[in-house]
């Protein structure tokens, strides 16, 4: 292909672009003046956002699957939005008009949920790396589940990966007592929780419980022996903490804790392991850190 022809491509794809933007530009001049308009976004408590339905189908598959749909919202000159945030809505309309937004910290969370809700996958998208850079030991549960429930792994797997790598942070939040007792039975079964020593898992157990003791209480004996690997425990704070731990005195912390003295007994001794404790000694030995075992 000759250089000219190229060059005429190029500056055809250029005219064509520049005619695209020109276009738009038309259609938000037309939408400002209520020019043509056929459909109004409405949001209880605010103005009506004038809007014109090819518009919002060409930005979003929400928008064409509804006005091509032929039942009555096709037809109809109003869309209902009773469960977004104004400001969102009015981020959406003006995304499909010209492709601006701005994601802010103060309206990141309402936009993502009216992207998510009426299909702007690209603001979803850059919402959820804008929330990537704002993990903290303060926010990383809700984001998790606000990953999980929109589909976003970029969202859900950053915040769960933060969580399990810096249980130190998470066991003094507010995030981490407001927890439930689903919630935290599987943030310390997670296999890949990461804890430089065992001392901070019992801690955090300790922590979650005393925080509502009078509701909490009767967890502490599953928490504490599905989830504490005593035998990791250096033996004084075992004698001088755990031992002397009211909420872990029952038979059954009673027998996790007599497990972990054995547990330590047969690995300084290389004795040979009784058959009938090999898979309790094989869990109690399992390391925090990745890639070890004890």
Not at 3 to 22: A, C, I
Not at 88 to 107: F, M, P
Request: some cysteine.
């Amino acid at each position: 292909m000759s250089s000219r022809k190229r060059k005429n491509r190029g500056q055809e794809s250029d005219q064509d672009e520049e005619t695209m933007r020109s276009q738009f530009k038309s259609f938000s001049h037309f939408r400002k003046d209520g020019i043509l308009t056929d459909v109004v976004i409405a949001v209880p408590g605010h103005p009506e956002i004038k809007a014109h339905k090819m518009v919002l189908a060409a930005a979003s598959p929400f928008f064409e699957a509804m006005f091509k749909s032929g039942l009555r919202e096709s037809s109809s000159d109003r869309v209902e939005m009773p469960e977004i945030d104004y400001e969102a809505a009015q981020i959406l309309v003006d995304y499909a008009y010209c492709g601006n937004y701005k994601i802010t910290k103060e309206n990141v969370k309402n936009l993502l949920a009216a992207a998510n809700c009426y299909q702007f996958e690209e603001i979803k998208e850059k919402c959820a790396r804008f929330l990537v850079d704002t993990i903290d030991e303060n926010n990383c549960f809700e984001l998790e589940k606000i990953g999980r429930a929109m589909g976003l792994f970029s969202l859900s797997n950053p915040a769960g990966c933060f969580a399990l790598q810096n249980i130190e942070k998470i066991i003094k939040s507010e995030s981490f007592t407001a927890l439930s007792f689903e919630e935290v039975d599987k943030y310390f079964s997670a296999h890949y929780l990461f804890a430089y020593s065992e001392e901070i898992v019992y801690e955090g157990v300790l922590t979650w419980i005393k925080f509502d003791l009078k509701e909490r209480s009767k967890y502490a004996s599953k928490l504490f022996v599905d989830h504490v690997r005593v035998g990791q425990i250096d033996k004084n704070f075992i004698c001088d903490v755990i031992e002397k731990e009211p909420l872990f005195s029952d038979a059954d912390c009673s027998k996790h804790i007599l497990l972990a003295w054995k547990f330590k007994a047969f690995w300084r001794s290389d004795s040979c392991i009784p058959s009938d404790l090999r898979d309790e000694f094989e869990r109690m030995g399992k390391s925090r850190f990745p890639n070890d075992v004890y």
